[in-house]
């Protein structure tokens, strides 16, 4: 996963401090005014409706053809731009303010935090997305929640679920501890065959089998009364957690030092692994190799459900445009049942509402494909967003350090995270300041 680029050094945090947005959002002028100084493109027309998204492939097509069916039906000049993703919310940030951005951006929730406090984002209108109606899976309308407003009109999402080569891994693990035997018994059947490998220290993955140990330390960044001394990563649960992650290479021996999660994928598709984390990004290739596969929930563990992150893809309204004559008939557009089937149908992501389930189950002909999305669509709605709260920079920073030197033998889990607690803290007091 991309992140920002890691917090400057700060004083230590002090338990019981409260987080001002107020100040974070001085932070991010000073950002904006140092991008600015660099100029900005050309003029947007004012009665044009322009979009901004990273979609590639066949998700632009698809998106751009359903573009231009809503211009014809609606008598809104609309354009879309594809801007590069790793670019795209860099070009937010200075365009914005600058009054030459897009109308709506499509991106993933957890930018919402990040261009709220900027000032750059309008809520979404109640007519486009309610809470209360139902009309929207609620892990959705939690993820595109921000401060208490919702920013995001949801169109697709996506999390990891476990692949498993039923040819190498018959057998379903039904818990965490059953995933390691079933993996080891794969592997002991001697030859080049691995049973199972992900990225170990890459947050991201890992914090499905913390959170399947008992870990909430993610929680207080869904409370709107967010303060420093709720953060604390050095519990029981989530000590078990990296202990039971650090054993897939120490103990287990079952995942190689320095594997990426690309190797693993490489290891799959080349039928040398037996199980995998995926994400609905790897069912092209999957299926192009030929390989018997099941798609699988990741099992539980010892505390309760391995869940997953979250990541909702979806359309967010630019403060400068709030009022602008056609952008809520656009944003109801873009999130409507419709457009996230044909979404779905071009990206292999799971659906955010309902009716676009039912839409699904009638047009994919495809048993199997038709399974997959039914499966991601299951595993999404029991996972855990993406944080959006731009306090949660440093958690991606200094996770992946702490994961690696427990990994690697160099450090306890009970003393990583007990420093990346200290540290975090004193990073995000810095921000807020």
Known sequence: MKRLSRPMEGPSSRPGTRLSMGSFRRFIILILASLLLAGCGKTIPKDTLVIWTAFQNEEFKALQAQVEAF???????????QVPFNSLRQKILVAGPALQGPDVLIGPHDW????QTAGL??????????PKSGTFYEICTKAA???????????????????RNTDICPEKPE??????????????????????????DNFYFSWAFMAGHGATFLDPFFNKDFQL?????DTPEAVAGVNWIADLQRKHQLVAPGLTNDLA????????????????????AIRQRGINYSLEPLPPGPKGPSTPFVGVTGAMLSKFSAQKDGTTELLTYLSSAEIGAQLCQSSGRAPVRKDTAELLKERVDDPRIAEDLALFSEAAQTGMPLPNNPAMQPVWDYMKPALELVIKGKISAEEALKETTETV?????????
């Open 71 to 81: 211009q014809q039906k609606s008598n809104h000049k609309t354009i879309i731009l």
């Open 112 to 115: 919402v935090g990040l261009l």
């Open 121 to 130: 984002l309008a809520p979404i209108p109640k007519e486009v997305v309610d």
């Open 145 to 163: 929640t921000f401060d208490g407003d919702i920013y995001l009109a949801p169109m697709m999402m996506e999390c990891v679920v476990l692949a």
């Open 175 to 200: 818990s965490l501890d059953e995933l390691v035997e079933v993996a080891v018994a794969a592997k002991n059947k001697g030859g080049d065959i691995r049973g199972f490998a992900y990225e170990l």
């Open 229 to 233: 001394d709720q953060l604390k990563f």
């Open 265 to 284: 994928v490489d290891f799959f598709l080349n039928k040398k692994l037996g199980m995998m984390l995926c994400g609905p990004w790897n069912l092209g």
């Open 425 to 433: 803290r004193t990073k995000v007091r810095f921000m807020m300041e």
